[in-house]
């Protein structure tokens, strides 16, 4: 890896030292740590500059405190470092002040993700200490560590547990509470209504998740994924599930593979004259597809019922999935199903309405490509790789911690900005736009005795040309109007559809 260098005569602290110093084969963390000379906190690009005043020993403890205090857990880094050192270095570190909670976070951790146990007697007195600070990251709920008296609250299990920072962005749209807004939304419509408005809002998603894959299926398959987005959440997540919905999302199954993959898998290009892999995203190893996933389910399971907020899981579970791309083919699709799923699962959606994510995400299609570069461009250059006979890739290293320890915040962050833009705008705009068109076809029916099918074209004429009849349709469709006829509908649809 290429070296690490703070910004002017700053000192390199916490995990910016540990892997320089070990140095450790990693993705950058999207914030950097280093003690600069100036005695107030200031940021310049990536880095975080604090004081003087705020530097740690210049030992692997003094870097591991400082790192856990600021910076919070960053797995795939603690888990990279423990695989360097030796067990005595670790020991020895905990030995020389086996009741300080750093201390016994470190040796948590260390056990945890090593799997291992070291010859140490366990705590028997003193207060549990948090392993992850609630005032940095997203935690789950609390499992007792009795050896070394931690509360490990990671958001995760040991195969699957992305974390998330509590940035000011994510803190204010936890406070909109936006499941709130969506059910008072619902309240004030009619049932009649609010299914009119679900159907059209599941529609219009179906339609986008294939638009985005860039497909354009004939529109019995998008109504049957649309069914399928219906009944969202009503299942428990299980790999059956997932292989279940995969054999929907497939019109041909005659070249993929049903189920996880059995071979390598990426997302790119081929060169064109060589054939050669161009991969801008390198799946997980198959190897280790069945425990990432596995990984994934039971770390839905664990936050499912918790205080965790739901449009996080859906992130972690969502974004988690697709990066670890566990099938040949149709991952996509799975994962922004995996969206609805999980909001509807913990309740987050009204019962019976579906959230056009995908939609929404069409719209936004640049921001979400680059959430997804986010993370795959920064793990390319960890992952080692030769091409295949058959022109696939094949990972020649360890990568199974690029896929079950991340940072989802960026992830988490879009997500939100997507479910809010649905709760402030999409449903109250399709259940204002309901409204106005239910009050147009009375007046309608009380003025002519027009059969729906030529009630629902004069609507979506006049909305096509700004209120107005276009010659086209005034001369065909609705050449039976007077004048007057037609100048009236005009102007009672203008009243209606433009009053605002």
Same mark, same amino acid.
């Given at each position: 890896m290429a070296r690490l260098i703070a910004p002017h005569t700053a000192s390199l602290a916490g995990y910016s030292a540990l892997i320089e110093r070990y140095p450790l084969t990693v993705p950058l963390p999207e914030r950097l740590f280093a003690i600069g000379k100036r005695h107030s906190i200031h940021h310049e690009q990536a880095w975080v500059l604090l004081t003087p005043r705020h530097a740690p020993a210049d030992t692997l403890y003094g870097h591991l405190v400082f790192a856990l205090k600021h910076e919070g857990i960053q797995l795939d880094i603690l888990h990279a470092l423990f695989g360097v050192?030796?067990?005595? $270095?670790?020991?020895?570190?905990?030995?020389?002040?086996?009741?300080?909670?750093?201390?016994?976070?470190?040796?948590?951790?260390?056990?945890?993700?090593? $799997?291992?146990?070291?010859?140490?007697?366990?705590?028997? +007195?003193?207060?549990?200490?948090?392993?992850v600070n609630d005032t940095l990251q997203f935690t789950g709920p609390t499992r007792k560590a009795r050896r070394q008296?931690?509360?490990?609250?990671?958001?995760?299990?040991?195969?699957?547990?992305?974390?998330?920072?509590?940035?000011?962005?994510?803190?204010?749209w936890l406070e909109k509470d936006l499941s709130a807004q969506a059910r008072n939304t619902t309240r004030q419509c009619h049932p009649d209504l609010l299914a009119r408005a679900a159907s059209f809002l599941l529609l219009s998603d179906s339609k986008a998740s294939y638009v985005i894959e860039d497909e354009h299926p004939?529109?019995?398959?998008?109504?049957?994924?649309?069914?399928?987005?219906?009944?969202?959440?009503?299942?428990?997540?299980?790999?059956?599930?997932?292989?279940?919905?995969?054999?929907?999302?497939? +019109?041909?199954?005659?070249?993929?593979?049903?189920?996880?993959?059995?071979?390598?898998?990426?997302?790119?290009q081929h060169d064109r004259t060589t054939g050669l892999p161009l991969p801008e995203h390198i799946s997980a190893r198959a190897d280790d597809v069945p425990r990432l996933v596995q990984g994934l389910i039971d770390t839905c399971e664990l936050l499912r019922d918790a205080d965790f907020p739901p449009v996080l899981l859906a992130a972690s579970i969502a974004f988690g999935f697709v990066f670890i791309h566990p099938f040949e083919d149709g991952n996509g699709r799975l994962h922004?199903?995996?969206f609805h799923h999980v909001l509807a699962e913990t309740g987050f959606v009204p019962k019976g309405l579906v959230f056009p994510v995908s939609a929404v995400i069409?719209?936004?299609?640049?921001?979400?490509?680059?959430?997804?570069?986010?993370?795959? $461009?920064?793990?390319l250059s960890c992952i080692e790789w030769q091409p295949t006979a058959d022109n696939n890739v094949e990972v020649t290293n360890q990568t199974l911690d690029l896929y079950r320890y991340f940072d989802a915040t960026r992830q988490a962050e879009f997500l939100y900005d997507c479910v809010a833009y649905t709760v402030e705008h999409t449903l109250p705009d399709e259940v204002n736009y309901l409204q106005k068109r239910d009050a147009f076809v009375t007046f309608v029916e009380s003025r002519f005795d027009m059969p729906s099918r030529l009630t629902d074209l004069l609507v979506r004429f006049l909305q096509q040309?700004?209120?107005?009849?276009?010659?086209?349709?005034?001369?065909?469709?609705?050449?039976?109007?007077?004048?007057t006829e037609a100048l009236e509908l005009e102007e009672r649809f203008q009243q209606i559809f433009f009053a605002d």
């Open positions: 050192i030796q067990d005595d $270095e670790i020991i020895a570190m905990i030995r020389a002040n086996p009741v300080g909670a750093y201390s016994r976070r470190i040796w948590f951790l260390y056990e945890w993700l090593l $799997e291992q146990e070291l010859p140490l007697a366990a705590v028997t +007195s003193g207060n549990y200490a948090d392993l008296r931690i509360n490990n609250n990671l958001p995760g299990v040991r195969d699957f547990c992305p974390l998330m920072r509590k940035t000011p962005l994510l803190q204010q004939p529109h019995t398959r998008i109504e049957r994924w649309g069914r399928l987005l219906g009944q969202a959440g009503q299942q428990r997540l299980s790999v059956e599930l997932l292989e279940q919905l995969q054999d929907q999302v497939l +019109s041909d199954k005659r070249f993929v593979l049903s189920g996880l993959r059995l071979a390598g898998g990426f997302i790119g922004r199903y995996l069409l719209e936004q299609i640049e921001q979400y490509r680059e959430t997804l570069r986010a993370y795959s $461009e920064p793990r040309n700004n209120g107005r009849f276009s010659r086209r349709a005034r001369n065909k469709e609705f050449e039976a109007l007077t004048d």
